[in-house]
């Protein structure tokens, strides 16, 4: 039954539908209405979104699809949604969601990011014929490729993250530790906590929603699932994936590339996979940090083609 739910679903997700950044949930209720009104907070909602987006039309456009975004300000809906129409690639993001306490505007960012992810992400898809790239991926794209490029330089921004005159350091000293390990350079090193940051941010909004014991970059999720779940993860394993994406030492040379799409095997085949280990971080490959976390990435072993399990049911 799960399987046959799999491939219906799979089959309108492939022709017309959607990917969010949060399961349905009913925190638009508590919309901080004050802030509605406010033309700065607007404006920066507007500015954060136009930024990236004008960043990647070229890069749609490349891949023959036309990007666009659609802005609702007024909306109190607290998700983030992505859509393909034939060629038209759509993000839609929500006042709702950027009005949210927990959400900075470098965590509304990585939504931006966490959207287009679905579009460009690559392998690890929702499924062998789905244009969208699951979820743990998009998160994983989100900072391992999107925000390493859209704070590639900012760099008065990010040298915050290393030192704060009134808070002492931005991040935790963990954070630090493990950035440096991978990074040699301070202005990296710089970026790799503000991804963070930002992705503790989004991570504590997603803890509270799943009613989900607050994440913590010293409690990585343990669980080891046996196939790629593509549905959202939970707030932990999420916050793992937007920190390992960070940590992986290896750029995406070209940012046209969706890695994978439309591999022989198909976007979930160990064709498509080879592709997207030349260009991230696979344990296979030995990597130890910066991998996709195995709380929802099965790495595919061999030559098989171990298929995937649906998170729906
Ligand atoms: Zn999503």
Redesign the pocket.
Known sequence: MRVVLGVILGLVFSVNSW???LPDNNLHLFDNYMLVNDPVKERQFNEIIDHIIEMWKPLAQANGATLVAEKRWNDPTVNAY?QQSGSTWKVTMFGGLFRRPEVTPDAFALVVC??LG?HFAGYAFYGHDDWASS?GQ?DYWATQVCGRKIFEKTYSGNSKYRFNLNTGRMVPPYVQERCNATWKDSPSQDRCYRLAAAGLSLATLLGKLGSNPAPKFETPDQSRVSKTVPSHPKAQCRLDTYFYGALCPINLPDLRLIPGKGAPGGNNSIQAQRVAAEVSCMESKGFKIGQRPACWFGELKGDADAGFQWGWN
């Open positions: 990917a969010k950044i992505a966490h959207e679905h979820e998009s």
